[in-house]
Each structure stands twice: as structure tokens, then as C-alpha cells.
């Protein structure tokens, strides 16, 4: 068997953990794998004298992780531990310029950075790999790299934040608050450092402009990704749903296509979405991820796995150790950077679908009279209504409040914006209307 493939790690919580306790156990299949053994060499944290669970007194410890990036004992550096800038950013462009490889599962790190330390990257003839920072466990990159390298994807969505789908799942499976159910996920190591990042749709932004780069040949483009995340999101809106035939989900959806002018369009959209009882992704529950592929010769590939998490994340990492010492360098977004596209980022204006709108007014005379006429002078058109109030159990509108639910049939989505812009200050309304697009059946 050949050389090891010598490794750092940077970031010993609940990823790093995962990796070492994986190369351990699994070291024997790991090595026959990728040809030669995967062994660790030295490791970085905060605190050098944290209780991790693993045992780390065969390995160097660097107090300065990015030190790591130009140790003479180290091939491969992984960059476990988060952040778009810092010491994280500063880790990654010290291993390019030392000539070696990155293995990161930062997803903010790539969506915000990934064109820059791709090109550093290829500069330096290294590898830049990060399965794990999309869809966790799931190998959706490898699969759009390579199992459906050969065709042209239009469209790519899909339940990417493990923490804002265990949350949806499990307020709707037992009626427990929001609050109580996000401490639960936090416990479980699924949610950001920083858990607005998950709640707020930050996460699931940043996974989908990495899938839709690697999808679509464009370069990545966070900044024009529209995001909402779940906090306004009611028990009531859940149980509304329900009666519909609906699951509520946060979605991703990237698509392209070409304008009137003949201009590549890049649509992206993270959005808590009505999904209907009968589509795979209104099943998936619980810190589960899934991402549906649109090929146009292989039709809709459904990825699906866990989506968080020590083991199935370290899986991730893991995977791909055992490409770059099987000597897979690749281009880090599929194609090199030099020839991506640079897509003109599109608003919703041209799509057309169904929605959910959700109002809190004022239980009085002419409030429902004065929401259907802004929808009509906007010209959309109403399939449904539901008016809950007066006594709502759970998270019920404030005193002499409703909640008005209605479904639209299919229109265009400037239609609604249209309707909303019309009610916007209208003293009927006690906040701003929700609206959550329903996934196209
Ligand atoms: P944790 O918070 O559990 O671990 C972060 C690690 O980084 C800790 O060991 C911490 O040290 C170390 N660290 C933080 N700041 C510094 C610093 N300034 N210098 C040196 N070390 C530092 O995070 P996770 O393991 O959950 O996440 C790591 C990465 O993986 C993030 O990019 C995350 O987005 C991504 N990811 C996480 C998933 C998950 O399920 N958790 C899934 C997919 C991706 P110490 O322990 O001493 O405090
Ligand atoms: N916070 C992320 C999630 C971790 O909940 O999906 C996995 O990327």
C-alpha cells in the first residue's frame, strides 16, 4: 500500500469529532478504499483542554490553527469549524499558498468565498473539496458532478437546513412550540453556531448558491439569493395547511434559463413553501435533508439522507479524503473557474404558481371586503379561505384579531406582490401579511 494520506484538523466539535471517531473506527475499509491509509496528524481547537470524547494525545496540537496550513506533516487540511471569514478564510488561503489540499464542510465559507479559493485552489494544482457542506451526509455534489455530469439541469430544489425541517416536522407531528423545539435541535448539534443563520434561511442560502454553482456551471452567487426563513411561521399555519393537504417545508430552488434577450437567468429562492401530501419532500421529516436534481436526460433524481449531524457529516468529509488520496484533484464548482458563467441574477417577477397568504386583522365590518378588493385590482384570483379567531387555540391572534387564510390559484407572483403592495399600512392589517408559495405538484 502506498503512503498515508496525511491529514490536520481544524475544528474538534461536533463534525471534527465525528471524523476522528470515523477514520478510527472505519480505518481498514477507509485504507483499502483509497488505495493507501488516512491517518491524522495534528489537530487545532479553542480549548486545548476541553472533555471531547476521543482521544487526542496521538496527535500534535497547534494552538494557531492555521499554523496547520504549513506543518511539513500535513497533505490534507480540514477546516471544521466555521465562519464565511477568519480564522477559518485565513486557514484555507494559507494551505493553498503551502501547495495543499482543503476539505471544508463551511458552507457560509464557499458560498461567500468559494470563487476566490477555488482559484487559489487551482493555482496551486490542490484540491478543494466540500461535500459536507451541502445537504450533510447526502453526496449531492459528488452526484451532480458525477452521476449526472452529462446533463443539462434546469432546476435543482429541494429541504436543505436539517434544523428548520426538524422543527417544521416535529411542530406539526406533536403542536409544540417553536422555541422548545429549536432549543431541541441545538441540543442535537444540528443548528448553526449562530442559529438565525438556520432559522432565517441564511443556511439554507448558502448550501443552494454552492448546488446551484455546481449544478448549473454559474458562479456562485449568494447575494442574489431571496431568502425567508420559518419564524413566522404559526402552529396556526401548520394546522391551516394540514386541513389543505399541505405539509409546510423550507425550500431551496435554484433555476435557469435564458431571458427574452437572450441572457442566462439565474433564479434563486429559499422560502418556506405549502408541499403537497402526495410529493416525496412533504415525507421527509426531521433533521433529514433531500434535494431533487432536474436532469434532461435523467429526469428527477431524488438525494436523500440525513442532513446534520457528527456521523452522517463526518461521512461526508470523509468521502472526500478518500478522492484526494486516490488522487482526484477536479475542478471544485465541476468545471474550472476561469469558465463558469456569470448569470444575471433573476427577481420573481417571471415565475407563476399558487400561494398561501396568511393575514392577522382586525376583527371588524369591510376587512375582508377591503383584502379581496386589493387581490382583485391586482388580478389574482382566490381558490379558498379560512378565517380563524375569536378563541384560536395555540398561537391565536391578539384580542379582537383574526387570522385570514387563503390559497390562490395559479397566477403570476407579481400578482400577489401586487395585492400585498396595495395593502401595505392598511390599519385592518396588524402585521405584515405571510406568504408561502405552494410547490408546484
Ligand atoms: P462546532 O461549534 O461543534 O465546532 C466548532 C469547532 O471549531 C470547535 O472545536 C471549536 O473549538 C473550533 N473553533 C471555533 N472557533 C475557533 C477559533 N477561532 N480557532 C480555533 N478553533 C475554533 O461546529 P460544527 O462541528 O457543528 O460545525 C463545523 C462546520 O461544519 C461549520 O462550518 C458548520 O457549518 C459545518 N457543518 C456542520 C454540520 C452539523 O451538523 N453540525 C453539518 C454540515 C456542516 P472548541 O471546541 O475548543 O470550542
Ligand atoms: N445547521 C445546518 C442544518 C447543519 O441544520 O442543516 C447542516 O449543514
Redesign the pocket.
Known amino acids: 500500500m502506498s503512503e498515508p494520506l496525511r491529514i490536520a484538523l ?8 465525528g471524523v476522528i471517531r470515523l477514520i478510527e473506527t472505519n480505518a481498514e475499509i477507509i485504507a483499502r478504499r483509497a488505495g493507501r491509509p488516512i491517518v491524522i496528524t495534528a489537530v ?5 483542554g ?1 472533555d ?1 470524547g476521543v482521544d487526542l494525545s496521538g496527535y500534535h496540537w497547534e494552538d494557531d ?1 492555521v499554523i496547520l496550513g504549513e506543518r511539513p506533516d500535513v497533505d490534507v487540511v480540514v ?5 464565511a471569514d ?3 478564510l485565513a486557514l484555507a488561503r494559507t494551505t493553498f499558498e503551502a501547495g495543499k489540499a482543503l476539505v ?6 464557499i458560498a461567500h468565498h468559494g470563487i476566490e479559493l477555488a482559484t487559489r485552489a487551482e493555482a496551486a494544482k490542490a484540491a478543494l473539496k466540500f461535500e ?2 451541502v445537504a ?1 451526509g447526502i453526496p449531492v455534489i459528488k452526484g451532480l458532478k458525477e452521476g449526472a455530469a452529462a446533463n443539462a439541469i434546469q432546476r435543482v430544489y429541494g429541504i436543505l437546513n ?1 434544523t428548520c425541517n426538524y422543527i417544521l416536522s416535529t411542530m406539526e407531528d406533536t403542536g409544540r412550540d417553536f422555541a422548545d423545539v429549536l432549543a431541541e435541535a441545538q441540543a442535537k ?5 449562530d442559529p438565525t443563520f438556520d432559522i432565517d434561511g441564511i ?1 439554507a442560502a448558502h448550501k443552494l448558491s454552492i448546488l446551484a454553482s455546481v449544478a448549473f456551471g454559474t458562479a456562485t452567487d449568494f447575494q442574489s439569493v431571496i431568502a425567508t426563513g420559518i419564524r413566522r411561521v404559526l402552529a396556526a399555519d401548520i394546522a391551516q395547511a394540514d386541513a389543505l393537504g399541505y405539509y409546510i417545508r423550507l425550500i431551496g430552488m435554484a433555476e435557469t434559463d435564458v431571458d427574452a434577450h437572450g441572457n442566462r437567468r439565474l433564479f434563486q429562492r429559499v422560502h418556506p413553501h405549502l408541499v403537497h401530501r402526495d410529493h416525496p419532500l412533504a415525507h421527509v421529516d426531521g433533521a433529514t435533508n433531500a434535494v431533487v436534481v432536474e436532469g434532461n436526460f435523467a429526469g428527477p433524481l431524488l438525494f436523500q439522507g440525513a ?4 456521523g ?2 463526518a461521512s461526508a468529509v470523509v468521502a472526500d479524503l478518500i478522492d484526494i488520496a486516490r488522487g482526484d484533484i477536479g475542478a471544485p464548482f465541476s468545471i474550472p473557474v476561469a469558465e463558469l458563467d456569470p448569470a444575471t441574477p433573476a427577481a420573481s417577477g417571471h415565475r407563476s404558481g399558487r400561494a398561501y397568504l396568511r393575514f392577522t386583522v382586525a376583527d371588524r365590518p369591510g376587512v375582508l371586503a377591503e383584502i379581496t378588493a386589493a387581490m382583485r385590482d391586482a388580478g389574482v384570483s382566490i381558490e379558498s379561505m379560512i378565517q380563524k379567531g375569536r378563541g384560536v387555540a395555540g398561537d391565536a391572534p391578539g384580542a379582537g384579531q383574526v387570522l385570514v387564510a387563503m390559497v390562490t390559484h395559479e397566477g403570476p407572483e407579481s400578482g400577489i406582490a401586487e395585492a400585498l403592495r396595495l395593502l401595505e399600512g392598511s390599519p385592518s392589517l396588524a402585521e405584515a401579511p405571510l406568504v408561502m408559495h405552494i410547490l408546484g405538484e
Do not use: C
Request: glycine share 26%; aromatic share 2%; net charge positive.
Open positions: 481544524a475544528g474538534l466539535g461536533t463534525v471534527g469529532g487545532s481547537a479553542r480549548n486545548r476541553k471531547r490553527m477546516e471544521l469549524v466555521g465562519g477568519g480564522p477559518a471544508t464542510a463551511n458552507k457560509a465559507m459536507a457542506a450533510g436539517g448539534g444540528y443548528a448553526e453556531a443556511d442532513g446534520a449531524g457528527d452522517p457529516t
